[in-house]
Structure formats: structure tokens, C-alpha cells
């Protein structure tokens, strides 16, 4: 018992020195840095003031940052379209294609700084949707890692709901990102689509609001009608008759809320849902100029300075030999 206290004493005394050790070496190099800017506190004044001076200059010419943030649904299969169409709008921005850029944004096209797209994960309603989309799901999963098969193009193209991330730069991003949803909703395909498209839903809620009308009518006749069965005009064999009416009448009403619902989606190619603007960047980069200039003027010449020191040392190291 004895040599297993003494044990710990000794396993505890070297962590304490362990410890001791990491702070000396943490304080001796905050000495080192402090030394280093008193040697040098002319030319890092000089820098902090240069520095302070640039940075005021570039934030009064400069417009703020803001990221835009949509959440839409992308309607008549345009999924891969409003994609393709990002990836694109990206590359004509790298490219500085102001001649396209000019007819989305007219003057503030310089503004536009990059846009992207990610699914809203929704494997519930996917499946919801259609009962094969759970056999599509297990067909196309084949031993995948579940986040990555999830977040993947060819499942998440068939989630309902997307985010779209739009960067500009001024107070103007708002209308910009209108500008650019216009965009993607004018395409003379997906607009011949939207037309089909929205006829057809007006045909299917009629028709299913003349269904539901048909089935009242009877559970009316068969209520009006139930003292008097011998000279009943309409019948009900059994009671499961009057259960499956009943049940389908359910899925009716069900089906008239989804069509109602999906009418009022397909108003839009790319029907905005919800918006988010101006919100400002996070991080060293949402830093004014007048701060980060000077902090980094005095990286680069203590990297500067670092560089000739090592330079210094390896020369002397090479005159030893």
C-alpha cells in the first residue's frame, strides 16, 4: 500500500512539473514577443498607424458585406436547373462577365460576390410522398455513409425545400436577390411547364371536390332513408360498405389539402417560401479595415523579421562545418 502511494506521489509530482514546464514555455514566449515589439516600437507604431490609416480609407470606399439567406422550392422538376443555373452565375463572377451580369444586376452587377445552394434534409417527407421512394432509397443507399448518401445530388434533388446562400455587397442586396429569383423563374421552358402544370392541378381539385360532393350525396340518401329500408333508393349492403365510404371520403379531404397546398407552390418556378437579408458576416473577415489592416501589416513583418532570423541561424550553422 505503502509503494503504491509513493507511486502516485511520483506520478503526481512529475504531472505538477509537467504543468510548470508548459507555462514557463508559454510565458517565456510572450516575453520573446513583447521583446521583440519593444525592440521594433518605432516601426510598429509607424506600422498600427499606416495601418489604421489605409484601413479608414478602404472602409469609407467600400461597401459592407451581406449574405442573403432563401429558403425555396423548386417546382415542374427544376431542381437541377436552379442548381446549374448557380454553379454558372458563379463561374460568369469569377470570370467577371459583365455583359451577362449587367442583365441581372444592371449597374450593381459588381456587387454580386458568389451564390450557393444546399438541400434541406427532409428524408420523412420523401418518403411520405410516394411509397416507392422507399424502395428508391433503399436501391440507391447500397452500404452508404448516411450523411453523405443524404446530402447527395441524387437523392437530395427530390427534397422539397432548398436554402440558397446569396452574398452581396451594399444595402441593395435585398432587391438583388429578387432580381436573381426573377431570374430563374423566367425561363420559357419551366413557364410551358408551370402553365400544364397548373391547369392540371385546377382539374384535379374540381374532380375531387365533385368526388367528395358525390359521397355526401349518398351518406345523405342512406341518413334520410334508414327508417325506411324497405323502399330505400339507396343501399348500403353491409356496415363495411358505409366504413370504406367513409375512409375514402378521409383520403379525400386529405388529397383536396395537398393539391390546394400544391396550387398555391406552383405559382413560382422557384416559389420563395422565406427570406433572410442583410445579414452580416461573422468572424475576423466581418472586421473593419481600419482593424485587420494594422494587425496585418504587423504579421507580415514579424514573418518578415522571423525569416531573416532562421536566415541568420542557418548561415552561422553553415559556417560551423
Known amino acids: 500500500m505503502a509503494q503504491q502511494n509513493s507511486s502516485e506521489e511520483v506520478d503526481l509530482g512529475y504531472l505538477f512539473r509537467s504543468i510548470g514546464g508548459f507555462f514557463k514555455k508559454i510565458a517565456k514566449l510572450l516575453f520573446l514577443i513583447i521583446g521583440f515589439f519593444r525592440k521594433y516600437a518605432v516601426i510598429t507604431i509607424a506600422l498600427i498607424i499606416i495601418g489604421f490609416g489605409v484601413g479608414f ?5 467600400s461597401k459592407p458585406i451581406f449574405n442573403n439567406e432563401l429558403i425555396v422550392i423548386p417546382n415542374f422538376e427544376s431542381t437541377d436547373y436552379l442548381y446549374s443555373e448557380a454553379e454558372m452565375l458563379n463561374m460568369k463572377r469569377e470570370a467577371n462577365d459583365s455583359i451577362f451580369l449587367k442583365t441581372l444586376f444592371k449597374d450593381d452587377y459588381k456587387d454580386f460576390i458568389k451564390i450557393e445552394i444546399e438541400p434541406i434534409i427532409d428524408v420523412y417527407g420523401f418518403t411520405a410522398e410516394k411509397k416507392d421512394n422507399i424502395e428508391t432509397l433503399k436501391i440507391l443507399y447500397n452500404d452508404k455513409d ?7 445530388k441524387t437523392i437530395s434533388k427530390y427534397y422539397k425545400y432548398h436554402q440558397i446562400h446569396i452574398t452581396f455587397k451594399g444595402y441593395n442586396s435585398e432587391s438583388l436577390s429578387n432580381d436573381l429569383l426573377e431570374y430563374f423563374n423566367n425561363n420559357e421552358h419551366f413557364l410551358l411547364y408551370q402553365k ?23 351518406m345523405k340518401a342512406v341518413s334520410e332513408n334508414t327508417e325506411k329500408s324497405q323502399a330505400q333508393s339507396v343501399y348500403i349492403s353491409t356496415q363495411s360498405d358505409l366504413y370504406q365510404m367513409i375512409n375514402t371520403k378521409q383520403a379525400l379531404l386529405n388529397n383536396r389539402l395537398k393539391l390546394q397546398t400544391k396550387y398555391i407552390d406552383q405559382n413560382e418556378i422557384i416559389k420563395l417560401v422565406s427570406g433572410n437579408y442583410n445579414l452580416e458576416e461573422q468572424g475576423i473577415s466581418a472586421l473593419p479595415n481600419k482593424i485587420k489592416t494594422p494587425i496585418y501589416l504587423l504579421l507580415f513583418f514579424s514573418f518578415f523579421s522571423f525569416l531573416i532570423y532562421l536566415y541568420k541561424k542557418l548561415k552561422e550553422i553553415s559556417k560551423e562545418d
Open 196 to 218: 400544364v402544370g397548373l391547369k392540371d392541378t385546377e382539374i384535379q381539385i374540381a374532380q375531387n371536390e365533385k368526388m367528395i360532393s358525390q359521397i355526401d350525396s349518398v
Open 57 to 61: 480609407y478602404l472602409d469609407s470606399i
Open 146 to 152: 448516411p450523411e453523405e448518401f443524404l446530402k447527395d
